[in-house]
Each structure stands twice: as C-alpha cells, then as structure tokens.
C-alpha cells in the first residue's frame, strides 16, 4: 500500500514538481531556524510566548467585537465579552511577563506529558494488542519527559518551549527535504 508521501509525489501538480528545489530549500532554511532555536532556545521561548500573546489578545478583541456586532441574549452577550478580557487578559499577560507565561505553560506541558504517558501505559496492559512494547516504550518516554519538566521546573520553563519548537522545525525541515527530493524524482527540471 503506498504511503501518503508517495500519493503525493506521484500527483503532484507540474509547478510544483518542476521547481522541486524551492522545497528543499525551504526544508534547509526551516532546519537552519530549528538549529538556531534549540541553540538559544530560551530567546525562542520567549518570541513564542510572545507570539502567543499577541495571538490570545488579536482573538480577544476580535470576540470584543463579535460579542457588540451579534445580537442575542444578554447573558451570551456577557459571557462573549468576560471570555474576550479573560483571554486578553492573559495575552497581555504573556506580552508583558513571557518568562512566567513560559513557566506556567511548561508545567502544563509537564503534566500533560505525565497523563499521557500513564493513560498510554495503561491502554497498552488493558488492550493487550501485538507490539505491546512500543507502547510500554512510548508511555515510558512520555511519563520521563513530563517528570524531567517538573522536577526541573522553573528552570526547564526557561528553555524547554524554544527547545521542542526546534525540534519540530527540525522534522518539518527533514519532511519538506524528503519531498523536494521525492519531486526531483518526478521532474529532472531546473533547480530552481
């Protein structure tokens, strides 16, 4: 059965395969950012809790607005706009103080880590389905890295955020990488 990469590649449109090397090089240059994210991953914790905060406060004021424009019940009406300040609230929040927004996001990250990998531990005795240990290994790692975050906390606060944000920028950078070059196999055009 072929994947979902080989669907894609095998249909992919004609611009798109004939300058298979503007994927690539998006792929290096997402991968040259998660380089540098997770060198100085506490400054990329803080562009992302800033970043967060901008977004929350952009959403609060646009359910401001939705809240004044709609017309309907008062008690909708109430609840929009104490949902608007709540969320507005801690967007400023996060813009004005990221380093305790990063914190306080870290020990959710910690604790969800820790439920994941009991609820995953536990699925893998209770279904009893084969490859049984990749399960065990998944729920383990999970539940190591959430008590590393906790017990580290504060201070994994500081990094831990720019730190998994650079490693997903380094998976995306190898996935367009894997795509520009599956392209490349479907077109031998320019490189660029």
């Known amino acids: 059965m072929p994947t979902t990469l080989e669907i894609f590649t095998a249909e ?35 562009i992302a809790v800033g970043l967060l905060g901008v977004l929350l406060s952009v959403s609060g004021v646009a359910i401001l607005l939705f809240a004044f424009i709609t017309h309907g019940f ?5 609840i929009h706009v104490l949902w608007a300040v709540l969320i507005t609230l801690t967007g400023f ?15 959710l990250i910690a604790f969800y880590f820790i439920a994941e990998g009991i609820t995953i531990i536990g699925f893998a005795f209770a279904s009893h389905i084969g490859g049984l240990w990749f399960y065990i290994v998944q729920g383990l790692m999970a539940l190591l890295l959430g008590c590393l975050l906790a017990v580290g906390w504060p201070l994994t606060g500081l990094w831990a955020i720019g730190t998994f944000i650079g490693i997903d920028l380094l998976f995306k950078s190898w996935l367009l990488i894997s795509l520009g070059l599956g392209l490349r196999a479907i077109s031998e055009g320019p490189l660029f």
């Open 74 to 78: 008062w008690t909708e009406f109430f």
């Open 12 to 46: 992919a449109p004609d611009i798109l395969a004939v300058h298979w090397g503007w994927v690539i090089a998006l792929g290096v240059g997402i991968g040259v950012l998660g380089i540098l994210a997770i060198m100085r991953a506490r400054i990329a914790t803080t």
């Open 93 to 107: 929040v996060l813009i004005t103080r990221p380093t305790i927004g990063a914190e306080a996001i870290t020990v």
